[in-house]
């Protein structure tokens, strides 16, 4: 059976983050903010899967018909988004992959259409090129689409990284994904032939608990100082070790006047507001903390300082 046939390829994946770098043997473009999708195209059908290879489409309907743009028996590489104001909005995306109702389904599709952005080709004409280096890829992608209001191909840009993240910082994206021009295509893979730069963001809150979440993984619970109250500010998981838990200090009481229901908090373990620590999550317009990392205490800070 084909590549085309079996329809359960996952993306490549990305590797590490690092810091912006220009060199001729890469190429450069944007990172959108959406949801990561492999598209298969015939004569008479789309199909979207994502990295959980679920399929996209009763949740996008709007773009069952991508197929008529796109060269029969195709495989294609990309990311599904949603504009609002020609940015991507992920917050859009995800509220719009938990509808189940059809109707608002189709109030959503009409009101903010999702759009379909190829990185890469895989297979034409049922035959997979992922053994051929990415330039020649990004020619077969660009022969095999017909761009509209909803498929694009991604621009890229040789060389100049560092001024390309520039630009994606300035105009608050998400950042840019670095490829070795050379690159060959690995399924699943994670290799360092890809590397991201992100926009990221350092802010202090205060430590306000923590909650366990297994023998190995913790949540510490953040907040801010503010008139004389502590203001709840969500989690962060990543990053936090049962050492870092160690240094905190129980009270059995919850500094905050109220917390937002379901954000997870019924086995809270409440400490002493005493510790401000450093997090990591990258910026966005619904100041809520997305793929935050904890970083470190701050021992030169006190929370009356975070406000």
């Known amino acids: 059976m084909s590549l085309f046939e079996e329809k359960n390829l996952s993306p490549m994946l990305i590797s590490q983050m690092q810091e912006p ?3 001729d043997k890469w190429i450069y473009e944007l990172k959108l903010d959406g949801c990561r999708c492999i598209g298969y195209f015939d004569q008479t059908r789309t199909c979207l899967r994502n990295k959980r290879n679920m399929e996209l489409l009763p949740k996008f309907p709007e773009l069952k018909d991508l197929h ?3 060269s029969e028996r195709t495989v294609l590489d990309g990311e599904l988004v949603v504009l609002r104001n020609g940015v991507p909005d992920f917050f859009e995306l995800q509220r719009r992959t938990l509808l189940t109702d059809r ?24 035959h997979s090129i992922m053994d051929q280096p990415l330039l020649v890829r990004k020619e077969a992608l660009q022969s095999s689409v017909r761009e509209n ?7 890229y840009i040789p060389t100049d990284g560092i001024g390309l993240f520039r630009a994606a910082d300035e105009r608050e994206l998400e950042g840019v994904v670095a490829k070795r021009a050379s690159s060959l295509y690995y399924p699943g893979k994670r290799t360092k032939d890809w590397i991201k730069f992100k926009r990221m963001a350092d802010e202090e809150f205060v430590v306000c608990g923590y909650i366990k979440k297994n023998s190995r993984t913790f949540s510490i619970i953040l907040g801010k100082y503010h008139n004389g109250a502590y203001l709840y500010k969500g989690h962060v998981t990543l990053g936090v070790t049962k050492a870092a838990i160690s240094q905190l200090r129980e009270s059995g009481t919850m500094p905050f006047t109220a917390i937002p ?7 809270a373990v409440w400490v002493y507001p005493d510790q401000v620590c450093t997090v ?4 966005n317009t619904k100041n809520s903390l997305r793929q935050a990392v904890f970083k470190e205490f701050r021992t030169d800070m006190v929370p009356e300082d975070i406000d």
């Open 149 to 155: 209001d909803l498929i694009a191909v991604s621009r």
């Open 21 to 23: 770098f220009n060199d």
């Open 280 to 283: 990591e999550y990258m910026p």
């Open 261 to 267: 229901a379901g954000a997870g908090n019924e086995n």
């Open 103 to 126: 109707f608002k389904i189709e109030m959503a599709a009409a009101r903010h259409p999702a759009s379909f952005v190829a990185y890469d080709c895989l297979c034409e004409s049922s």
């Open 68 to 70: 008529r743009s796109v």
